[in-house]
């Protein structure tokens, strides 16, 4: 006879799944209590924030900074590169994995969003929830109060602008912003020699 899988099992096969259980529940106090302790560090302890978020990541690189406050649900699924760097609030609702490669810089206010709600109002009103994997590639830079959805992969080397929401994958080497956020150019040879001004 076939078990019958978990709400967390069926969470992370990306179905649609109950968040409230006993399970998830107590993951997701866990991972509060160890965000709690992060956030509300002295400045100057930067080796125990450190050592926090290495305990809540599922992975993480030798060398990444993490600003406070920062908030996600489990803290597993998180998987971080090397010189990583997070700006003020931070969001991640991991309840997919996030993968996240080398050289990622995240400006302030950004939101990783893996969770969804049914759009039909009976399955969501039941409590029903869904998560997709999020990937981002190597040398990414994510501009400030940037919202990234659910199953979405961003390619290596790429920019996307402050306050774009992205919709839909996103390709290696290339600017791109807006609402919905889309391809504007592609990076090329000019743009080390270019000001900050100038980029778009």
């Known amino acids: 006879m076939n078990k ?25 106090a866990a991972a509060r209590k160890l965000v709690w302790e992060f956030n509300n560090l002295p400045p100057d302890e930067i080796e125990r924030g450190t050592e926090l978020i290495q305990k809540l990541f599922g992975k993480t690189g030798e060398n990444f900074v993490v600003e406070g406050p920062f908030q996600c649900d489990y803290g597993y699924n998180i998987h971080i590169g090397e010189n990583f760097f997070a700006n003020y609030n931070c969001v991640i609702l991991d309840c997919a994995k996030v993968e996240i490669g080398d050289n990622v810089l995240i400006a302030p206010n950004v939101g990783i969003y893996t969770a969804g709600h049914p759009v039909h109002p009976e399955p969501r009103a039941q409590e029903y929830e869904f998560a997709f994997p999020i990937t981002i590639g190597n040398n990414v830079w994510i501009g400030g109060n940037v919202v990234i959805n659910p199953g979405i992969s961003i390619g290596d080397n790429t920019v996307i602008g402050a306050g774009s929401v992205v919709t839909k994958d996103i390709p ?20 080390k020699f270019t000001t900050r001004q100038k980029y778009f």
Do not use: H, W
């Open 4 to 28: 019958k899988p978990s709400e967390k099992e069926k969470m992370l096969s990306g179905k649609p799944y109950k968040a409230f259980g006993q399970e998830l529940l107590a993951e997701r």
């Open 172 to 191: 290696s080497n290339v600017i791109a912003l807006g609402n919905p956020c889309k391809v504007f150019r592609e990076i090329t040879k000019e743009d």
